[in-house]
């Protein structure tokens, strides 16, 4: 058998090349969804563990005492960590999810003329749909990781704080020693 050395050969106007810098471009926006939507599901989840939380420290405030209140300063500041990107407050979270260009505009904009004007300003679009996306994430990101950290430190003060103010003590009555009827 006989190797042949293979060249590849670039068509001159570099076609290859910016067709694999539009699929690139694609599947990274693509990844961001995945992303986005991720982080949504578990700050949606913490926000929920904050609701189960505050609803047992409601229920469990006789036994736990006069600092019965304090796990809800961790509890209001994790929930506070988790709204600002789930209602969209703030400089990082002002607008929805950049897609990119809309196809329908995009194509009547560009059908008239050669195909590369067009891929060019696509891979361009994709590009800054992708930077502004980034900076979205990372923002919910931090958000999430802080709630999470606030979450931890407050309820582990607040579970000293009400040991040390109120240490629970549960007492079992034995039948010798209930008085007589």
Known sequence: MLAVPVR???????????????????????????????LN????GTLGFAGALLAADIAAKDVLGAAWWTPLVAIGLATA??????????LGFAYDTDLGPDAASFYSAYRPGPSRPGREQLLADLSTAFARNARRLRAKRT????????????LASSAAAIDV?????IRTTYEHERPEA
């Open 8 to 38: 590849l050969v670039e068509d001159n106007d570099g076609r290859d090349v910016l067709d694999a810098s539009l699929a690139l471009a694609q599947t990274q926006l693509v990844g961001q969804l995945a992303d986005e939507t991720s």
């Open 41 to 44: 599901a578990r700050t949606m």
């Open 81 to 90: 960590c988790c709204l600002v990107p789930a209602l969209g407050l703030g």
């Open 143 to 154: 958000a999430l990781r802080i709630a999470l950290v606030v979450l931890t430190v407050g």
């Open 165 to 169: 103010m109120q240490p629970t003590t």
